[in-house]
Nanobody, 129 residues
Framework: QVQLVESGGGLVQAGGSLRLSCAAS???????????MGWFRQAPGKERDFVAT????????YYEDSVKGRFTISRDNAKNTMNLQMNNLKPEDTAVYYC???????????????????WGQGTQVTVSS
């Protein structure tokens, strides 16, 4: 069974940091077969919004404007993992964070949820003021 598993969420005070990880596993699934890997978040009562994405090579990244300069996305193809380092967290960052993988070929950043084929179960991030 192919799956993505997130970890690293939790409760942190405003200005603090968290590091989210996403591990890809499953028969015949290699992170080399994944093109865009992305992070989305969903706050209560809101839609699932794009946060960041990284292409397979790891050289091209793209961020939602409100997280630029605070969040850093990275991936380790050898370990089949992707990470999101979140610094200077704000209460408005509170949400369930989901990792996602795009299995279809793409050489451009994917920022829409519909462009992704696999999703993790989500991890809660809560930032207190």
């Amino acid at each position: 069974q192919v799956q993505l598993v997130e970890s690293g969420g939790g409760l942190v005070q405003a200005g603090g940091s968290l590091r989210l990880s996403c591990a890809a596993s499953g028969r015949s699934l290699s992170i080399d077969h994944i093109y865009n890997m992305g992070w989305f978040r969903q706050a209560p009562g809101k839609e699932r919004d794009f946060v960041a994405t990284i292409l397979r090579s790891g050289g091209l990244t793209y961020y939602e404007d409100s997280v630029k300069g605070r969040f850093t996305i990275s991936r380790d193809n050898a370990k089949n993992t992707m990470n999101l380092q979140m610094n200077n967290l704000k209460p408005e960052d509170t949400a369930v964070y989901y990792c996602a993988a795009q299995l279809r070929f793409s050489d451009t950043p994917a920022t829409a949820a519909g462009q992704y084929d696999l999703w993790g179960q989500g991890t809660q991030v809560t930032v207190s003021s």
